[in-house]
């Protein structure tokens, strides 16, 4: 079985590009979440989709993010202008609709902003 | 404000000695705790959990001990093997909300052959 993927793996651009993450969650799963990690803050959740309708966008850091889910297999993460301090690991992860608990999570996209 | 706390970024044992991770959280709502386990390059994976209703859960080499009144979880891995070496994430939710899990900054465990 495919697991969550994520696109690029790895993203290396100069600040104020515009950077777009992928994420394609497991067939069957419901709910999507964003997730970026960093030293200092660890995992942190930036939005939750569920249904393909954002439930909780919180934790988006600022309007710089935003986040799409045009369908039940993609959802995208943008940020316009980026920074370096938007450097990290962002994280996809997907959950069945019977359990948020168990979260799967994608390998990654480690962006660096320069 | 970090609702869950790992105040330990990292650990060294020795391979078979016990490992022992700790987790403290600061909101009471919170009834339901996860560990997840994070290899480098790879996403995290659940590992184990534990319901405010008990006190202690164990899968094999690992158990899950919660205190409640002391809003403190610990993780404990025996025996340690080199393949455990790995971040450590600690991760909470309220279970009557729409389940948001809360996670710690992780800790970094090192199994010394």
């Known amino acids: 079985d495919a697991g969550v993927i994520q696109s690029p793996r790895h993203e290396v651009t100069e600040m104020g590009q515009e950077v777009t993450l992928r994420c394609k969650p497991i067939?069957?799963?419901?709910?999507l979440f964003w997730y970026r990690q960093t030293m200092m803050r660890g995992l942190e959740l930036l939005i939750y989709?569920?249904?393909?309708?954002?439930?909780?966008d919180s934790g988006m850091p600022e309007d710089r993010f935003s986040a799409k889910m045009p369908n039940a297999s993609f959802s995208t993460l943008k940020i316009q202008p980026s920074e370096p301090r938007d450097s990290a690991v962002y994280f996809c992860?997907?959950?069945?609709?019977?359990?948020?608990?168990?979260?799967?999570f994608g390998p990654g996209t480690r962006l660096l902003v320069l | 404000d970090q609702q869950v706390k790992q105040n330990s970024p990292s650990l060294s044992v020795q391979e078979g000695r016990i490992s022992i991770l700790n987790c403290d959280y600061t909101?009471?709502?919170?009834?339901?705790f996860l560990w997840y386990k994070k290899y480098p390059a790879e996403g995290p994976t659940f590992l184990i959990s534990?319901?405010?209703?008990?006190d202690k859960n164990e899968d094999g080499r690992f158990t899950v001990f919660l205190n409640k009144s002391a809003k403190h979880l610990s993780l404990h891995i025996v025996p340690s093997q080199p393949g455990d070496s790995a971040v450590y994430f600690c991760?909470?939710?309220?279970?009557?909300?729409?389940?948001?899990?809360?996670f710690g900054t992780g800790t970094k465990l090192q199994v010394i052959p």
């Open positions: 992860a997907s959950s069945s609709g019977t359990s948020l608990v168990t979260q799967y």
């Open positions: 067939s069957g799963h419901n709910s």
């Open positions: 989709f569920n249904n393909n309708v954002p439930i909780d």
């Open positions: 909101n009471s709502m919170f009834d339901y």
């Open positions: 534990i319901s405010s209703i008990k």
């Open positions: 991760a909470a939710l309220n279970s009557g909300g729409y389940q948001k899990v809360t």
